[in-house]
């Protein structure tokens, strides 16, 4: 698989640009490409996270290359907590603490500049990163709410977006 170019033109992204990808809705295998081969931290930059819905605070977030995957390890004082985004099979898990689990969802709101994993396990806050995915991607315009679902592998099964996500809510209420 050729390597991907980042959709931050300047600046590294804090967020994971697969994510991002996949959110949009392009194609599972082009979501997950993982960073180009460069072995150890591709780059390093201090945001704002927040950990179970609390304030945001100070973060730093690297990007790793390892051997079939990229992981996203967001420093939060002592407590790390990691995104690992793998691409042959192209899979999402998260490590709060305990080890690498599949991860269950993950949620864009642009008007916060924020994206969280895991109901709010973790967000982080990247108003640049978050502004040059609206500038890339005119089809992101006007849109606020972007959702996505993994399966218990840690395999996209489902995105949706603002007024269609509660939508999707309801009719998983009513199974």
């Not at 194609?27 to 704002?48: D, E």
């Not at 603490?97 to 109901?119: E, H, I, K």
Request: glycine fraction near 8%; charged fraction near 15%; hydrophobic fraction near 40%.
């Amino acid at each position: 698989m050729s390597p991907r170019p980042s959709p931050c033109p300047a600046a590294p992204c804090a967020l994971p640009w697969p994510l991002a990808l996949l959110l949009a809705g392009s194609g599972l295998s082009l979501a997950l490409a993982t960073a180009p081969a460069r072995a150890g931290v591709l780059y390093s930059i201090t945001t704002k996270c927040s950990l179970k819905g609390a304030p945001a605070v100070a973060c730093k977030v690297e990007a790793i290359n390892e051997a079939g995957a990229t992981l996203y390890r967001h420093s939060i004082g002592s407590i790390s907590q990691t995104l690992r985004i793998s691409d042959q099979p192209a899979r999402m898990s998260f490590d709060s603490g305990s080890g690498f689990q599949p991860l269950r969802n993950a949620t864009v709101l642009f008007s916060a500049n924020t994206l969280c994993v895991n109901d709010k396990e973790l967000c982080v806050v990247n108003p640049n990163y978050l502004n040059s995915l609206l500038q890339q991607r005119p089809d992101f315009r006007g849109r606020d709410l972007v959702q996505a679902h993994f399966g218990s592998d840690g395999r996209l099964d489902l995105t949706c977006y603002d007024q269609g996500c509660q939508l999707v809510g309801k009719a998983m209420e009513t199974r």
